[in-house]
């Protein structure tokens, strides 16, 4: 069974810093695109960033230049390096792999709640 375990969220000033980590079991990361998304509360979950079998990445306009996602395949973890945290940046975060078809990888993780203050 596929599994994902977010960590590394927390409570953090405005213009600081958070690593989050998503630790994956049952599947090679490495193979595979996969995306960190966020979840405002009542809303769906969006993508953040996205990085590729190739190790290409991809953000959201709202996190260009702020965000950096990475992966490390001997630890079948990939991450998200978030910079100059802004309020709006205040969300459950997940990671998960998008099927071509559209789907995602069930059950979600527990998620990593980031709180920013102003």
């Known amino acids: 069974q596929v599994q994902f375990v977010e960590s590394g969220g927390g409570l953090v000033q405005a213009g600081g810093s958070l690593r989050l980590s998503c630790a994956a079991s049952?599947?090679?990361?490495?193979?595979?695109?996969i995306g960190w998304y966020r979840q405002y509360p009542g809303k769906q979950r969006d993508l953040v960033a996205n990085?590729?079998?190739?190790?290409?990445?991809a953000y959201v306009e709202s996190v260009k230049g702020r965000f950096a996602i990475s992966r490390d395949n001997t630890k079948n973890t990939v991450y998200l390096q978030m910079n100059s945290l802004k309020p709006e940046d205040t969300a459950v975060y997940y990671c998960?792999?998008?099927?071509?078809?559209?789907?995602?990888?069930?059950?979600w993780g527990p998620g990593t709640q980031v709180t920013v203050s102003s």
């Open positions: 049952g599947i090679p990361l490495r193979l595979n695109n």
């Open positions: 998960n792999i998008k099927s071509p078809y559209g789907r995602f990888i069930e059950p």
């Open positions: 990085i590729d079998s190739g190790d290409n990445s």
